[in-house]
Nanobody, 119 residues
Framework: QVQLVESGGGLVQAGGSLRLSCAAS????????MGWYRQTPGKQRELVAK???????NYADSVKDRFIISRDAAKNTVYLQMNSLKPEDTGNYYC?????????????WGQGTQVTVSS
């Protein structure tokens, strides 16, 4: 099993910044990719950004040029720097990981961290 622990959510005014962190822990695992999804009431969870073990990144169109995803492979940690935040960025942000454990590729989710952007 892989445990994902998120931190960094909170309340911020529009135009402000927040930095989310997600640390993966467990035994005998290797990370293929990590990322962040966002969910708001009544809507499906949507991809915000992801980064592969090779460093390739992918962003939702709505956050390109404002959010930056990065990773510290040695710490199995992924970061999401969110700049120029907008009220529509409000939601519960979930850390996501695709990892191999005991030879099997699995998907893991964190518990979520709330981000609220006030206008």
């Amino acid at each position: 099993q892989v445990q994902l622990v998120e931190s960094g959510g909170g309340l911020v005014q529009a135009g402000g910044s927040l930095r989310l962190s997600c640390a993966a822990s467990g035994s005998q695992f290797s990370i293929n990719a990590m990322g962040w999804y966002r969910q708001t009431p009544g809507k499906q969870r949507e991809l915000v950004a992801k980064i592969t073990s090779g460093g390739n990144t992918n962003y939702a169109d709505s956050v390109k040029d404002r959010f930056i995803i990065s990773r510290d492979a040695a710490k199995n940690t992924v970061y999401l720097q969110m700049n120029s935040l907008k009220p529509e960025d409000t939601g519960n942000y979930y850390c996501h990981s695709i990892a191999q454990t005991l030879g099997v590729t699995r998907i893991f989710w964190g518990q979520g961290t709330q981000v609220t952007v006030s206008s």
